[in-house]
């Protein structure tokens, strides 16, 4: 299974970025893809994630509101949309995936397979 995140960059605060998730390896039926992100000094933080057979989406509170996620089947890709962005959503953003719900994968990041980071920056 590969992962690979790309989108990331630069951006004032009050604008927009959409990262990309491409996945490749299996299928994915009944997998949560999901996105967290590690600022400086603290931990890896879960932010949305998505079934990919159902569309349920479940969102973290900091971002309910302002990131939507989707996917396209058949680009084997998962989206997050981040509108409204703030400094304090600089990160390195990771995508993740896991053969669980999304729920789950808000509760707990064990058995994640990762992507690498892309780094998103949100200047005031």
């Known amino acids: 299974v590969q992962l690979q995140a790309s989108g990331g960059g630069l951006v004032q605060a009050g604008g927009s970025l959409r990262l990309s998730c491409a996945a490749s390896?299996?299928?994915?039926?009944?997998?949560?893809m999901g996105w967290f992100r590690q600022a400086p000094a603290k931990e890896r933080d879960f932010v949305a994630a998505?079934?990919?057979?159902?569309?349920?989406?479940v969102y973290a509170d900091p971002v309910k509101g302002r990131f939507t996620i989707s996917r396209d089947n058949a680009k084997n890709t998962v989206y997050p949309q981040m509108n409204s962005l703030k400094p304090e959503d600089t990160a390195v953003y990771y995508c993740?995936?896991?053969?669980?719900?999304?729920?789950?994968?808000?509760?707990?990041?064990?058995?994640?397979?990762w992507g690498k980071g892309t780094q998103v920056t949100v200047s005031s």
């Open positions: 998505i079934n990919w057979s159902t569309y349920n989406t």
């Open positions: 390896g299996r299928s994915f039926s009944n997998y949560a």
């Open positions: 993740a995936a896991r053969r669980t719900a999304p729920l789950t994968m808000q509760i707990t990041s064990r058995g994640n397979i």
